[in-house]
């Protein structure tokens, strides 16, 4: 870890120091290459690992490198906040996987993302952060109910079978972003955003999403080969870039006046898993076909976003379709996997 002293040499005045959790994930490297790359913020980068500066994240004059943090740990959520005075906070760090852990072990997304949260939001609160938003997602929605707006999530409705360890999480955790709202410090932002694709996602097959094991299945295959989907393909799924996530948190930053908001943040439109993965064969140029292994975990479920909200407030709209997506993805995991494709 680095000392106190070397954290304050780092801090450039009349910034405002930005706090980003999970920085080697997904979205916190998105997320860090952006506020890297606007030079408008002091950017504090913090991770699990002991690799985090050696990630490529551009210019990285503008960031500092927390490494070898457990969230989960008191001492070390005190140890961040003790570093340096923030005034934005991203938490981006969570226990995250894919369909066959949510399905077998369920737990996994529920303690740690349940501890850790509760320690950085009171965290938050006791140094006086200005702003901390959180990224949540849309699981708790009743996916019968398709397309959903931020009202049409009901306590009392409960939460589909499969998803409830990690929904109910994600309820506790919004709710008490809105009860440090509430205690008058703390601007508190909860976004609900869809799921997200794009680069730096997980491309092993192990732990990554459809999207990602997709992506890798078709671009690691040779013509004539078998792609094996998991289910029979009718699962749909929200599809949003993860540009479009990062563009929103930007304009929240900037925009949001009020003390407590929760957003919708997605694409709007849900597509099938079977279209998913046909267009992503479409526009790899690969020639290889889909066969459905339906003795492997799949959740059947359909859901879309409705962000009207996030639209008439922050003035937010996905920017980028499907197809563009796809495309930006593929030419990013070609550049960085070179040795597969």
Not at 270 to 283: A, C, L, Q, T, Y
Request: negative net charge; glycine residues 6%.
């Amino acid at each position: 870890m680095k000392t106190k002293k070397e954290m304050k040499k780092a801090i450039i005045m009349r910034r405002k120091n930005v706090l980003i959790f999970g920085a080697t994930g997904f979205m916190g490297t998105n997320i860090a290459e952006h506020f890297i790359k606007t030079d408008l913020y002091n950017v504090f980068l913090v991770s699990n690992t002991r690799n985090l500066s050696k990630r490529d994240y551009g210019d990285k004059s503008s960031a500092l490198f927390i490494e070898n943090v457990d969230l989960t740990n008191k001492a070390y959520v005190d140890y961040v906040f003790n570093s340096c005075k923030f005034d934005i906070v991203i938490q981006a760090a969570a226990t995250t996987s894919g369909s066959k852990d949510i399905l077998e072990k369920p737990y996994l997304h529920v303690t740690d993302n349940a501890v850790m949260n509760s320690l950085i939001l009171q965290a938050c609160y006791d140094h006086n952060v200005e702003h901390f938003l959180f990224l949540s997602c849309g699981v708790m929605y009743n996916p019968d109910r398709s397309p959903v707006t931020e009202n049409d999530f009901h306590l009392e409705d409960g939460i589909y079978d499969k998803y409830f360890g990690v929904g109910w999480t994600k309820v506790y955790i919004e709710k008490m972003c809105e009860f440090y709202s509430g205690l008058g410090r703390t601007k508190h932002t909860v976004i609900r955003h869809s799921n997200t694709y794009g680069p730096h996602d997980k491309y092993d097959l192990e732990k990554s999403h459809m999207f990602g094991a997709t992506i890798t299945k078709v671009m690691t295959s040779e013509d004539g080969d078998e792609i094996v989907v998991w289910g029979d393909g009718s699962t749909e799924r929200d599809l949003l870039y993860v540009d479009d996530v990062v563009d929103f948190i930007d304009k929240a930053v900037n925009k949001q006046k009020d003390r407590y908001k929760l957003y919708n943040v997605g694409y709007g439109e849900s597509f099938s898993v079977k279209e998913i993965v046909e267009k992503i064969i479409k526009i790899s140029g690969k020639n290889v076909t889909i066969k459905h292994d339906l003795t492997k975990p799949s959740i059947n479920t359909k859901l879309a976003l409705i962000s009207t909200k996030a639209e008439e407030e922050l003035g937010w709209v996905p920017e980028t379709s499907l197809e563009e997506g796809i495309q930006k993805t593929i030419e990013w995991y070609k550049e960085n996997y070179k040795e597969q494709g």
